[in-house]
């Protein structure tokens, strides 16, 4: 998600490994790390200035974004690469984690190689593709676009590295071997086969991105690297076009200027959690409603909504709430497996509100205007925030709370006059995007100095010790999505090329229901895709294919974006599958059997808010 969830083991360093290893490990980890947090800065300060070079001294800076653009990718593949290191790629574990513990040892094995051979392969196309840029010349820097496209090879290669170290560290070497020697064979089948590839033309599509994809996503390959190899066994075994194609479209995916608003809002997440501006929220919540019944459930649903509209990172959200509330709920009784369940429903029921990183990954594959998208997305989230609190008043209707004292209006006023900095925040970035002051992309730089500011002078929290962590945990974050974005956008394409769309488009208008029939199956779908992809990788994968099929059929653009985010959020969420979930659980350190139950009932609150949605578009595009 976003994605933005990480899953453990594929990369880690496994047990044993001899010390000169380690130490080389060691070295790489702060040769990749330091440059990766530095480039988070450059970002900042790129951008910060063309803000105020422009709107302040009404001297635009012309080379601006073209700058932030090639430090942008150098950012993405460093990231990618600390990501691997550390083992926070994106993947699905929950078959995975199923298994008897020899056989998840194996499946660890077989992610780590899948990693290795996708980037192998991918490397001297790398070059290729960076060697001819050598020609290309910046339009405003007026340098040769090979100081961004090496990013690539350099990118594949510390990843490449990486794996290697991984696997010399292997403490049991049969199972080494025997996942290079299955990887082996299976790249061995597929070139022995490649003349019968050839003639079997679009059942190809079901043979690599079905089966293939499937196979490799549920065994617990890190889904970028199971999008990467499947397009590129695709194309350069059934197809003419050249492997350069992959890095082509790898990097097309990853250099969408708007997505540098994926790095900086996930920072500015970190942000108010350390600085106290969401504890500070969270504090004035509790003193209006914690004296109810299911009081402080209701806080929690209406804090997720209030730092969803800061951060934009779903991981950050739980992370700053959930350690300041559930103490209290769980002195008053509340159960952890309750906690826990409307924890991940909140997680699902915020997907839509500004700046959530889906949205603007939506914006940068479809078109879609950001502005129309940070707008219409403060309401379903609303709708749905209704549905939750509305289970939450059935549930807790008969709570005892006759030990927990009303605060006096005295009390609350203070709470109000603490927060009112932490609780400006949204309606800061709101402003500074409609009235023009920056782009959708600049506005984080004003929220991430605004917070630092509130940190240091009013909050008096900032500890410099946290801001190098910090800053690395971004680039490795935003290096797993746009990792994720471009092998997705390389697939889509492969689609694209083999007819697929015109299939999809052909059959999705003939479904029976007119529009509303296309929305009710869009959202199955997207629930689905949304647990076993997770977020971003299902929109950058159809939503290129989807959005032009519901224009067609008469749905607005917008309606159909919070349908298929809040879908997708569902699924995102939902066990067995939903990362999420798991997500919600590891921040809140519960165990995720307890939550099962628990969290059926939030399930069908957020999917009567979603049929809301579907059947009223006035909550998605009233507003524009």
């Not at 969270?282 to 009081?295: E, I, K, Q, W």
């Not at 889906?358 to 502005?371: K, N, Q």
């Not at 974005?485 to 007119?514: C, D, E, H, R, V």
Request: proline fraction near 5%.
């Amino acid at each position: 998600m976003q994605l933005e969830f990480a899953a453990p083991a594929v990369g880690a360093p496994l047990r044993g490994g001899r010390s000169w290893l380690r130490t080389l490990d060691k070295g790489l980890g702060h040769l990749i790390e330091v440059p990766a947090a530095i480039l988070v800065v450059l970002e900042i300060v790129v951008l910060l200035s063309g803000v105020v070079s422009r709107y302040v001294f009404h001297q635009p800076i012309v080379w601006s974004d073209e700058l932030a653009s090639i430090l942008f990718l150098w950012l993405a593949m460093l990231g990618a690469a600390v990501a691997f290191r550390r083992a926070e790629h994106m993947r699905m574990t929950a078959l995975v984690a199923m298994a008897a513990p020899r056989v998840q040892a194996f499946l660890e094995t077989v992610a780590l190689v899948a990693g290795l051979i996708f980037v192998a392969l991918v490397l001297e196309p790398a070059y290729e593709f960076a060697s001819d840029e050598l020609f290309v010349l910046t339009p405003a820097l007026e340098i040769t676009n090979a100081w961004r496209a090496a990013a690539l090879p350099v990118g594949f290669a510390l990843m490449l590295l990486i794996a290697v170290i991984r696997l010399l560290e292997a403490a049991d070497w049969r199972i080494a071997i025997g996942a290079l020697a299955l990887g082996g064979a299976v790249a061995g089948a597929l070139l022995l086969l490649q003349p019968l590839l050839m003639g079997l033309g679009n059942l190809n599509l079901l043979l690599f991105f079905v089966l293939g994809v499937g196979a490799l996503v549920f065994s617990g390959v890190p889904i970028a690297f199971a999008f990467g190899l499947a397009t590129f066994a695709y194309i350069t075994l059934t197809t003419s076009a050249p492997s350069m194609v992959v890095v082509g479209r790898m990097d097309e995916g990853m250099s969408h200027l708007i997505l540098l608003a994926v790095p900086l809002f996930v920072f500015l997440g970190l942000l108010i959690e350390m600085t106290g501006m969401a504890r500070a929220m969270v504090g004035f919540l509790a003193s209006l409603l914690g004296h109810v019944r299911g009081g402080l459930h209701y806080v929690l649903v209406g804090a997720m909504y209030l730092v969803s509209g800061i951060s934009g990172s779903k991981a950050a959200d739980m992370a700053a709430v959930a350690p300041v509330l559930f103490p209290e709920m769980k002195a008053r009784g509340a159960k952890e497996g309750d906690l826990v369940a409307l924890l991940a429903a909140t997680g699902a029921q915020t997907e839509t509100i500004p700046p959530s990183i889906v949205l603007i990954t939506i914006g940068s594959v479809t078109g879609v205007s950001i502005t129309a998208l940070f707008t219409g997305g403060l309401l379903p989230g609303l709708v749905l925030a209704v549905t939750l609190c509305s289970l939450v008043w059935w549930r807790y209707r008969g709570e005892d709370l006759r030990h927990v004292p009303r605060p006096s209006g005295r009390v609350i006023g203070r709470s109000f006059v603490i927060a009112l900095p932490a609780l400006a925040l949204p309606f800061l970035i709101r402003a500074a995007v409609v009235e023009g002051v920056a782009t959708a992309t600049e506005v984080s730089t004003i929220g991430i100095v605004y917070a630092v500011l509130t940190g240091l002078l009013i909050y008096r929290q900032f500890d410099l010790r946290r801001l190098y962590p910090m800053l690395v945990t971004t680039a490795t974050l935003s290096g797993s999505i746009l990792l994720i974005i471009g092998a997705a956008t390389g697939m889509a394409w492969a689609l694209t090329q083999s007819g697929f769309s015109q299939t999809l488009a052909a059959t999705m208008t003939s479904l029976p229901g007119g529009t509303l029939g296309f929305l009710v199956v869009s959202a199955l779908a997207f629930i689905v895709l949304g647990s076993v992809l997770e977020g971003i990788p299902a929109i950058v994968l159809f939503g290129p294919l989807l959005f032009p099929i519901a224009r067609a059929v008469g749905v607005h653009e917008v309606h159909y974006a919070m349908v298929v985010i809040l879908a997708m959020g569902v699924g995102l969420f939902a066990p067995p599958f939903g990362v999420g979930y798991y997500a919600a659980c590891a921040i809140s350190r519960i165990h995720p059997d307890a939550g099962m139950r628990p969290i059926l009932g939030y399930i069908a609150a957020l999917l009567i808010g979603l049929a809301v949605i579907i059947l009223v578009p006035w909550f998605s595009i009233g507003f524009l």
